[in-house]
């Protein structure tokens, strides 16, 4: 199998996450992207939030960018924190919750972003739905 | 009545918002949305700052893409605070008070969004104006 | 009377617009800008397509940064034209009419943006605009 | 019925354009939007370019903007046509075929873009796409 995010692959992943999304009873938007950052496949369920469209988009890429989940990135970005004003670059990034990277053989061949929830919820679907192609 | 904002209601809900600027003595810009975010109707009165022209309309699009009043946000974006950054994301969103969304019989069908005096004035503004077409 | 556009001003304006777009059949947005380009009112009539939200404030924004109306521009941004691609400048310029310019007292103190119908129809309605003011 | 899409019917146009890309044997972007120009679902199949992530969407949002098949648009942007230069305006519109607006009880309830092949393939994929919702 080789290491990169089939479409296919990226339909399963958004199929799962729209699966717990609606197993815990939150709509949401759901963002998969491949190794480069290009989204691949999206949902937006009945009642989630628009903004969501674009921070889920957000949460996959910086996934991508930062080659970690955005949740990591939360307490680097505080006032006085090392990483301060990340966010602002790389065209606009997101340093909450709800971004997991995807990785095959050991490399990183795309990311979920998740979003319209709490960010306990988006982290919680955006691990269901990269679970669904992992090992 | 239909679950749709026309233009004659637009008019309603900026002549309410431009009235209740005038009696509180806050000359403000006041802006409204339809469903999607797309202006409907917008006025500047002599004296409001220029910046709330933009403002006002982003405070107007925030309450639609978050289906939420702009102050519900304010404290969730603070340092430390779950959605730290949001207002970096949708395009540029704001997140102090003074866009209101508007429903009708159930149904978010637009937003209004004031800005040019203290945040508490705009949301007073804000909710006179979407009070005039409210049940 | 000084040289400058009130918000009094520019709802006349844009009723007058407004009327005569009620007159000739066409749902239009109308958008009114003063001296430095910054929106004053603005109106989009039920059924009027909602990329003239943009054209109608970019059109009288041009119609100020070039200080003519904007069918002025269409000749001299034509491939082989002096000034091909022009409205790729400033922002973005709209190179047909229903841009026109307001002065008073020889000063230009605003403009109006027409846009949703013909060529023909948005100069129609936005010279109609224009005249409520004139002397 | 009611006179929006939900998510289920944007899978349902999606579903049915990627059948038909496969048919044609062209892979392609296909983007779902809402009557605000909201994205509601995406697929991008193995093979398609990327920069048909972007004109997919931008194709179904222009639908929904200017309330018209984006191919109508073609001949009206032409040098020296009524409209040169319109899809500079409205944050960037696309002027060729693969955009069509959907409608349901005479109402535009959404649009569909499909990009990556030729216009005509575009179209086609488009059209079938926006048929599963039809009638």
Known sequence: MSATLTFADAQRILTAGLAKAEEIGQPMNIAVVDAGGHLL?????DGAIRASI???????VTSILMNAPTAALTPLVQPGAELYGLEQTAGGMVAFGGGVPIYREGELVGAVGVSAGSVEQDVTVAEAAAAAVKG
Request: no cysteine; proline share 0%; glycine share 8%.
């Open 41 to 45: 496949a999206f949902g937006r369920q």
């Open 54 to 60: 674009d921070i889920s988009q957000r949460k996959a």
